[in-house]
């Protein structure tokens, strides 16, 4: 090949133009959804391109926190969705601190686990007395458990160190397997078989590792191995929320991004041309009038939603060359908040007092998935008693007043949160990606690993990482195939 120095020092002219542009120009970013999610990119994006480096907006046509959410009953907030963070969940407890936020002091409770007909176990209030009890029933399995666990997260944590370093991924599967190669095996087989294929019993699938999977994802056995071992890892001890909420979390992310709110629904993202220039049409939230529909350009948008046809709300995405899928559904799980006195007889206790603070189902088919007791969440232990009278019933579907009736001898207040919460999850491989095409990032693809709030901000990081190298054209850990693909 005849090399030609004057077309060499035109692509390297042009080329050093592009990075000067790149440098020089501020690009506009739009961000869709205001969870946990789209509040924690719009940080990143802030701590990436700095102060003045890049205008943000983030559109959310509801309440800033998405699917972390309080609710009032008898003069006091609870919480109603997302309700747990787990001590090794790096980036929310550094949240926590650098936002001037404080952990909420817990409340001791029991747990029973409950098949429909009967307790298969229940928590005694004496540590030596529900070790005694684990051992008899299933034997050192759970101590299996607990090391299966933490050799998991230990692996999961190594995501935290490729991210400070600025390694980005392509899809969720790239992303997973760089904590460790078994992450994507488990994704395509089911919990059952998975766990089995590791030696633990029977009966500690269907019951221990059932009932966490009955109460976080409302969905049995058959999901795959990687969202179930997080569910399990839920149930680990050291679990926390925040003082005042957890959304309290996502309003302070976008207070410290300095992003601009824009409280409107997206209806479309448009792709304007090849360089990946985009309009993002929307409507304000509190009117959905076509003549009042404003489109603002953008050089790079961020979606922070679901986009399963159950779950997209219209956003459409139009004008690009490519077709995109996105397979699946989102489970539906009703939270019920009762002000009231649980039946104890209804479960087969003889008084109150014996009754477990918290009931979770071992099997799906009954009328709801879990009971708890709940305590407001400026609850302080030092402050207040144990005894609260709010219960949180999960369940697949809206209970009736007779079921209601039923489980409590007396209500006071009822009220009914209804979610799309989470996916339906199967053992199946998937290739869920974070880029849909140039400057276009889907954020919400990592929930089909596993749907956490933790998850969802590692998922913020990767896009916000995404979206900074290529701005600056900088070199990206996602594989350079997959790219030229788009």
Request: one cysteine or more; proline letters at 3%; glycine letters at 8%.
């Amino acid at each position: 090949m005849k090399f030609s120095l004057k077309g060499f020092l035109c692509v390297s002219v042009i080329s050093l133009l592009q990075v000067i542009y790149c440098e020089t120009k501020v690009p506009k970013i739009a961000i869709i959804g205001g969870g946990i999610g789209g509040t924690s990119a719009a940080y990143f994006l802030h701590e990436l391109f700095g102060s003045n480096g890049a205008q943000i907006d983030l559109y959310e046509s509801q309440r800033i926190g998405g699917r972390l959410a309080s609710l009032q009953m008898a003069g006091r907030d609870y919480e109603v969705g997302g309700a747990i963070i787990h001590p090794r969940n790096k980036y929310m407890v550094d949240f926590v601190k650098t936002l001037g936020l404080k952990k909420r002091k817990t409340a001791d409770s029991t747990v029973g686990l409950f098949d429909g007909k009967e307790f298969v176990f229940t928590e005694s209030k004496w540590m030596v007395i529900n070790l005694a009890k684990l051992l008899w029933r299933y034997g050192f399995g759970p101590m299996k458990l607990h090391n299966y666990i933490d050799d998991m997260l230990t692996k999961f944590e190594r995501i935290y160190e490729l991210q400070s370093k600025g390694s980005s991924f392509f899809t969720v599967p790239e992303l997973l397997e760089a904590m460790s190669p078994h992450f994507v095996e488990y994704m395509n087989i089911s919990v059952d078989r998975g766990f089995k294929n590791i030696g633990f019993s029977e009966k500690i699938i269907e019951e221990l590792v059932s009932a966490t999977l009955t109460a976080n994802y409302g969905q049995d056995t058959t999901v795959h191995e990687f969202v179930g071992s997080v569910s399990v890892a839920g149930a680990s001890s050291g679990l926390w929320a925040v003082h005042g909420g957890n959304s309290l979390v996502p309003q302070k992310l976008l207070e410290a991004s300095k992003a601009t709110l824009y409280k409107a629904r997206v209806s479309r993202v448009t792709l304007l041309n090849e360089s990946g220039e985009f309009t993002v049409e929307s409507s304000p939230s509190h009117q959905d009038v076509e003549s009042e529909l404003n489109k603002s350009k953008y050089n790079i948008v961020i979606i922070a939603a679901p986009l399963t046809r159950d779950t997209r709300k219209g956003i459409q995405l139009s004008q690009f060359p490519v077709e995109f899928s996105f397979p699946g559904t989102y489970h539906r799980t009703v939270c019920t908040l009762v002000h009231g006195q649980l039946n104890h007889s209804h479960f087969g206790f003889s008084n109150q007092d014996d009754m477990a603070d918290e009931i979770l189902t071992t099997n799906l088919g009954m009328v709801f998935n879990s009971i708890g007791r709940v305590h407001p969440v400026d609850y302080n232990s030092a402050k207040s008693k144990n005894n609260s009278k709010i219960w949180k019933i999960f369940s697949q579907f809206p209970l009736s007043k007779e079921v209601i009736d039923s489980v409590f001898l007396e209500t006071e207040e009822v009220n009914i949160i209804d979610w799309l919460a989470y996916p339906h999850y199967e053992a199946a491989k998937r290739t869920d990606k974070f880029v849909l095409y140039r400057h276009l990032y889907h954020l919400n693809a990592i929930e089909w690993a596993a749907s956490a709030m933790e998850m969802s901000v590692i998922g913020a990081k990767n896009v916000a990482l995404l979206a900074y190298s290529d701005w600056f054209n900088l070199k990206s850990s996602y594989t350079k195939q997959s790219h030229d693909e788009l």
